[in-house]
C-alpha cells in the first residue's frame, strides 16, 4: 500500500462548482496533515494544515478521519484560480527529524 | 514570511560534471531543511533532511556520495550533484522549517536540472 494515495484525476469542473478532493495514509502513527497547492513547475505552497476537528478557511474545508485513516478537502465556488495539482501530505513520524510525505497529487482544472 | 530561495533556477550541465544548488531561508532560521526530487508526474520524493550543523540523513535509496549536502549555517543549505548522469535531470525542490514550527515546510521555487 503507498503510504499516501490519491486519487491523480484530473477533475474538470465548471466554475462555481463543488469539488472534494480524498486522501488515504497507511501509517497510524503520522500526527500533522495538510494540503497542499502546486502550480505547474512550481514549488508546493501550503493550503491549509489539517486538524482533527476539521477546518474551515473561506472555500476550503479539510476533514480528518484518523480511524480511518482518511482526509479530505472540499473546495467551494471554484474558481479559474484554482486550477492546479492538490497534494495530500502527511509526515513521516518513523523518519529522521519531520519529514513530510507527499501524495502524487489531484489535478483539477476549472473552466469558465 | 517564510520566504525560502534557491539558485540557480535552471541548470544544464554535462554528463561526468558537478552542479552545486543552493537554498537559503531568507527571513527565518531553519534548523531542518529538506532535499526533495521530483519526476514529471510524480509526486515528491523526499532525498535527506538536515539539521544544522549536523550531517545530512538520506533515505533509502539515495547515494550520499552522489548527492552532497552541506547545512553550514541557519540559512543555508546546499546540494551538489556530483558526475551528474542523464537521469539525474530531474526537478530539486528545497523546503525549510524552524525549531519552533517543525512541521511547516516552506518551499523554495526549485532548480530544474538537465544532464546532458
Known amino acids: 500500500r503507498k503510504e499516501v494515495e490519491q486519487d491523480p484525476g484530473p477533475f474538470n469542473v465548471p466554475e462555481g462548482a463543488t469539488v472534494a478532493f480524498n486522501c488515504t495514509y497507511s501509517?497510524?502513527?503520522?500526527?500533522?496533515f495538510f494540503w497542499y497547492r502546486q502550480d505547474c513547475r512550481k514549488e508546493p505552497k501550503l493550503l491549509m494544515s489539517?486538524?482533527?476537528s476539521g477546518n474551515e478557511d473561506g472555500r476550503f474545508t479539510a476533514q480528518l478521519n484518523r480511524a480511518s485513516q482518511y482526509i479530505s478537502l472540499l473546495i467551494r465556488d471554484s474558481k479559474l484560480s484554482d486550477s492546479a495539482t492538490y497534494l495530500c501530505v502527511v509526515n513521516a513520524p518513523n523518519q529522521a527529524g519531520t519529514a513530510l510525505i507527499f501524495g502524487k497529487g489531484t489535478t483539477l482544472s476549472v473552466s469558465s | 514570511g517564510a520566504v525560502v530561495s534557491q539558485h540557480p533556477s535552471r541548470v544544464i550541465c554535462k554528463s561526468g560534471t558537478s552542479v552545486k544548488i543552493e537554498c537559503r531561508s531568507l527571513?527565518?532560521?531553519?534548523?531542518?531543511m529538506f532535499w526533495y526530487r521530483q519526476f514529471p508526474k510524480q509526486s515528491l520524493m523526499l532525498m535527506a533532511t538536515s539539521n544544522e550543523g549536523s550531517k545530512a540523513t538520506y533515505e533509502q535509496g539515495v547515494e550520499k556520495d552522489k548527492f552532497l549536502i552541506n547545512h553550514a549555517s541557519l540559512t543555508l543549505s546546499t546540494l551538489t550533484v556530483t558526475s551528474a548522469h542523464p537521469e539525474d535531470s530531474s526537478f530539486y525542490i528545497c523546503s525549510a522549517a524552524s525549531r519552533d514550527r517543525p512541521y511547516e515546510q516552506y518551499f523554495g521555487p526549485g532548480t530544474r536540472l538537465t544532464v546532458t
Open positions: 527571513d527565518f532560521q531553519a534548523t531542518t
Open positions: 501509517n497510524s502513527a503520522s500526527q500533522s
Open positions: 489539517v486538524y482533527s
